[in-house]
C-alpha cells in the first residue's frame, strides 16, 4: 500500500489534494504541525506521529477524539526528527511507494536532513519521493531510466550523497556522460536536460540525490 505523510513545511493544498488518492488504499501519516493542513482539506489521517510542540493544541485535541487514528507521541528531546520517525513508520508498514509532501520550507536544516534520511527507504528498497511545487527529489544507487513525459520539470540535478559517486554515464541527455566519477562537493550535475524522450543514468558506485525541478 502507498503511504503518504504530510509534514510541517511548505504545503500546497491543491497538490496535496493531488496526491491524496480517494477511493485507493492510502496511508496517511501527519507529521506534527501537517495535521493542520490535513484538518483545513477535512482529511482524516491514519496515523499522527511527532512531539506536538509545534501545531494548534484545539486541532490536536479534537483529532485525539477520534479512535481511528494512531497517535505515535515523542518527547520533543529525542535523537530523530518527527519527519524521520514518520518515515521509519512508513516503512515498518511495508509501504510499496512513499510520498513526502511538507519536508521543504524555511528550515533548510530540516529540509537537509529530510532528504539525507531518504535512504532508509533505499536501503528498504521502497521507491520514496520528497515533493512540492517545484520540485520531485529522491535517491537513486542503480542505473535507472528517465522518461521525457514523465518527469516533474524541465531541469534534472545529480547531486553526490556519498563522498563519490563512479562509473556514472548519461544518455538521451544535453550534457553527456561516460564512466565520469562525481565528487561531494562539486557542482558538476547541477541543471542538465533530457533532449531525447528516454534518458538513462547508469552508475556503478555510490547514491545520487536526483532533483527534478520546474523553472
Not at 496535496?16 to 482529511?43: C, P, S, T
Amino acid at each position: 500500500m502507498e503511504t503518504l505523510i504530510i509534514a510541517g513545511g511548505n504545503i500546497n493544498f491543491e497538490m496535496l489534494l493531488k496526491y491524496r488518492k480517494i477511493g485507493k488504499k492510502q496511508n496517511i501519516i501527519a507529521v506534527d504541525k501537517g495535521l493542520e493542513a490535513l484538518f483545513q482539506l477535512d482529511i482524516l489521517p491514519d496515523h499522527v506521529v511527532g512531539d506536538f510542540d509545534s501545531i494548534d493544541k484545539e486541532i490536536l485535541k479534537k483529532y485525539q477524539k477520534n479512535s481511528q487514528i494512531i497517535f505515535h507521541e515523542y518527547r520533543p528531546e529525542k535523537d530523530n526528527t518527527d519527519t524521520d520517525m514518520a518515515l521509519k513508520l512508513a516503512i515498518e508498514l511495508k509501504s510499496s511507494h512513499i510520498t513526502v509532501i511538507g519536508a521543504l520550507g524555511k528550515r533548510m536544516d530540516h529540509a537537509i536532513s529530510n532528504i539525507h534520511i531518504l535512504k532508509d527507504a533505499l536501503k528498504a528498497k521502497i521507491p520514496c519521493q520528497i515533493v512540492d511545487e517545484y520540485n520531485k527529489i529522491y535517491l537513486i544507487k542503480d542505473n535507472i531510466l528517465l522518461n521525457k513525459k514523465e518527469t516533474y520539470g524541465k531541469y534534472i540535478s545529480l547531486i553526490p550523497l556519498t563522498t563519490t559517486v563512479e562509473g556514472v554515464t548519461l544518455k538521451g541527455f544535453k550534457y553527456l556522460l561516460q564512466n565520469a566519477t562525481f565528487v561531494i562537493g562539486e557542482s558538476l550535475g547541477v541543471s542538465n536536460e533530457l533532449i531525447e524522450e528516454i534518458g538513462y543514468i547508469e552508475i556503478k558506485k555510490g547514491i545520487f540525490i536526483v532533483i527534478e525541478s520546474k523553472d
